[in-house]
């Protein structure tokens, strides 16, 4: 079941019996039947408990369900940016969608990169099922490109994840899970190394003898930064 269905159908009936016993409660006061008005109590005090340790279980429960999460890698060699969709729960999701809040260009003949992957949208794609652990990485475009068009966006990119606790798409069994990735981080941090990065960090080490190479090396660099 749904565990926001499930945590609701258990505060309506928790709701229920509180009112009921409170009622009995006020009843045996006015009744002045103290027999009566402590097994209310004793009641009151059990069914408290008894919810506060359901809130527990629930929480165990939850820890066993499948997350499913969408996030950038940068980390290639190649400066290629990729969108990696990953099962961090204990089970197994089905039928997956991702639905982003943005067409995510690709650099290549405008095509963006739900199209690119088959999705049949410009902004949303799914996948069958997701194994517990298991990751799928696409590929989006050059880190280049990627992260300048990031840098020209307003908003960071929002992605909306719907998955099923099995395979059927009956709603008490819908999860959903919202996730920002900004972007523009990613670009100013240690996740994205481009291959110029790595050149121009190599080239400060070279020795003092080799500075007339280095200076045509950086000129040559900056060329290249220009094209791109």
């Not at 926001?4 to 009921?20: E, Y």
């Not at 506060?52 to 279980?57: D, E, F, G, K």
């Not at 990953?86 to 991702?98: Q, R």
């Not at 121009?200 to 220009?226: G, N, T």
Request: glycine fraction near 4%; proline fraction near 3%; charge should be positive.
């Amino acid at each position: 079941m749904n565990p926001k269905r499930r945590d609701r159908i258990q505060l309506i009936l928790f709701i229920f019996l509180i009112f009921s016993i409170i009622f009995f409660l006020v009843n045996s006061i006015c009744n002045n039947d103290s027999t009566q008005t402590m097994a209310s109590i004793a009641l009151l005090i059990s069914v408290v408990s008894l919810f506060v340790t359901l809130l527990s279980y629930n929480n165990i429960l939850d820890s066993k369900l499948p997350q499913v999460l969408v996030d950038l890698d940068a980390s290639s060699r190649n400066e290629l940016v990729m969108l990696v969709v990953k099962n961090v729960g204990e089970k197994p999701a089905f039928n997956i969608s991702v639905e982003f809040n943005k067409e995510i260009p690709t650099g290549e003949n405008g095509k963006y990169f739900c199209e690119k992957i088959g999705g049949g949208s410009k902004k949303t794609f799914g996948i069958k099922s997701i194994n517990t652990t298991q990751e799928y990485k696409y590929i989006i475009g050059l880190g280049t490109k990627f992260f300048k068009w990031a840098q020209r966006e307003s908003d960071p990119i929002s992605a909306n994840i719907v998955y099923y606790l099995c395979d059927s798409k009956r709603k008490r069994y819908r999860m959903e899970t919202k996730v920002i990735i900004d972007a523009k981080i990613y670009g100013r941090t240690a996740s994205y190394e481009s291959e110029k990065e790595m050149y121009y960090f190599k080239m400060q080490s070279l020795p003092e003898q080799l500075k007339d190479d280095r200076a045509a090396l950086l000129r040559i660099l900056h060329k290249l930064e220009k094209k791109d």
